[in-house]
């Protein structure tokens, strides 16, 4: 017997007290998204579980897509009966066939909600192990670390088989914490913190910086490519494309050099934060991690936060290069960060940048020129793509060129 549905385990939601509900209906909600290119599915959730009900449905495919999906701490595939002791036998036999090869061990582990049911616990874990070991030759029992455990959850709709157990991404669904805006260049930090921002229940929409012809289309592809792997986890990602040249320019002609990077934070900040405000948004993330570049200081950080009043989120704070790098190719952006192709930062990056920024100089080096019809331009003109999983490249191609 195969499998015919999937059980989703909640994890950090159960903790959950009278909210639990709209934590469930969001997670619901998200894996519908994640699935919604699987026609036959149908998602049933109650407060304990939820199943992914296949229908015929491929069912490794959406294996690989729930276990990125945040808010699961695991599922199983599983196969359910009625209450009749002898189709669960005939059920947890045939599924057993299906996972099972020569000479390994097993144990019964079973979850008996259901307290009416006519075996307890341990009965139950006799009754089948038994049943096993009589119609499989070789089978040997092993409590401690069996090759296959053979889950059984009696409740009061029906009985639940499983024999593996996969773990999921954890967290807290995307989208129950709110909305904030990612601040995304093309490197490899910013997808991190867009990851991590969304593990923590974050919806997000990206914010990327773009500096024609000092930039490529390239490089704006490769946001796009950046974008939509994150689309792969929440099920959709709205990113913002700035237009930044004549920004940037200014601050050349008009700031002097090691204050240049300074200024151009501030000003990318002010302007994510306008986008925010349209969005509602509530907080911005950045790929931040403490003392990794020149405006990555606390004290560059002290004078780049100074223009906005918004919460700076910097899931990356405290790590290391490496741990960023290992999340990275966990995620499969890390490849794309790579490609040769710059953005708007590393291209006017200075020679000289100043690690120790006085925020009193960088404001009276702003104060030369009113910035603002210049940011208001900038968010007019902003490009605005819905980044979906799978996208069509060649339609994403038209959409871009």
Same mark, same amino acid.
């Given at each position: ?18 909210? /639990?509900? @709209? &934590?469930?209906? !969001? @997670?619901? /909600? ?16 109650? /407060?304990?579980?939820?199943?992914? @009900? ?28 009625? !209450? ?44 089948? $192990? ?7 030759? $070789?089978?040997?029992?092993?409590? !401690? ?22 773990? $999921?991404?954890? %967290? *807290?669904?995307? $989208?129950?914490?709110? !909305?904030?805006? @990612? ?8 997808? =991190?913190? %867009? ?6 229940? *974050? ?5 990327? &910086? ?17 974008? +939509?792997? *994150? ?17 940037? #320019?200014?601050?050349?002609? #008009? ?13 990318? *900040? ?43 989120? /910097? ?26 192709? +710059?953005?708007?930062?590393?291209? &006017? ?12 100089? =960088? ?21 605005? &793509? ?16």
């Amino acid at each position: 017997m195969n499998y015919d549905r999937i059980l989703i385990r909640y994890g950090e939601l159960s903790t959950k007290g009278r909210n /639990r509900k @709209l &934590f469930i209906d !969001k @997670l619901r /909600r998200n894996i519908k998204r994640v699935l919604r290119n699987y026609e036959n599915v149908k998602i049933e959730a109650n /407060r304990e579980r939820m199943f992914v @009900l296949l229908n015929g449905e491929n069912g490794e495919e959406i294996i690989d897509r729930l276990k990125n999906v945040f808010g699961i701490q695991s599922f199983s595939p599983a196969v359910k009966t009625e !209450k009749d002791l002898e189709k669960m036998k005939e059920a947890a036999l045939s599924l057993f066939r299906k996972n099972y090869y020569a000479d390994q061990t097993f144990k019964i582990t079973t979850k008996r909600a259901d307290k009416t049911f006519s075996l307890n616990t341990d009965e139950v874990n006799h009754a089948f $192990g038994t049943h096993l070991l009589k119609n499989i030759e $070789g089978l040997k029992v092993n409590v !401690k670390n069996p090759d296959i455990n053979l889950q059984i959850e009696i409740r009061e709709e029906g009985v639940y088989f499983s024999c593996e157990t996969i773990y $999921g991404a954890g %967290g *807290l669904p995307v $989208g129950s914490s709110g !909305k904030a805006m @990612l601040m995304l260049s093309g490197g490899i930090d910013s997808p =991190v913190a %867009g990851y991590l921002s969304m593990k923590r229940g *974050l919806e997000l929409e990206a914010v990327h &910086f773009y500096s024609p012809p000092f930039t490529s289309e390239r490089a704006k592809q490769k946001v796009i490519d950046l974008t +939509e792997k *994150l689309a792969n986890i929440s099920g959709e990602v709205v990113v913002h494309i700035v237009p930044f040249t004549e920004i940037q #320019q200014l601050i050349q002609q #008009q700031i002097p050099e090691n204050y240049s990077m300074t200024s151009t934070r501030r000003l990318m *900040l002010r302007i994510t934060d306008e986008i925010r405000k349209k969005n509602e948004g509530l907080a911005i993330v950045t790929g931040e991690s403490l003392g990794q570049v020149a405006s990555q200081t606390l004290e560059s950080m002290f004078a780049i936060n100074d223009v906005t009043n918004t919460p700076i989120l /910097r899931p990356l704070i405290t790590m290391d290069k490496s741990e960023i790098i290992d999340i990275a190719h966990k995620i499969d952006t890390f490849e794309i960060s790579n490609r040769p192709y +710059e953005d708007c930062c590393t291209v &006017f990056v200075p020679s000289s940048p100043k690690t120790k920024p006085k925020r009193d100089k =960088v404001r009276q080096y702003e104060s030369y020129i009113d910035y603002d019809p210049f940011i208001a331009k900038a968010v007019e003109n902003t490009e605005t &793509f819905h980044i979906k999983p799978q996208t069509l490249k060649q339609e994403m191609f038209e959409d871009l060129f």
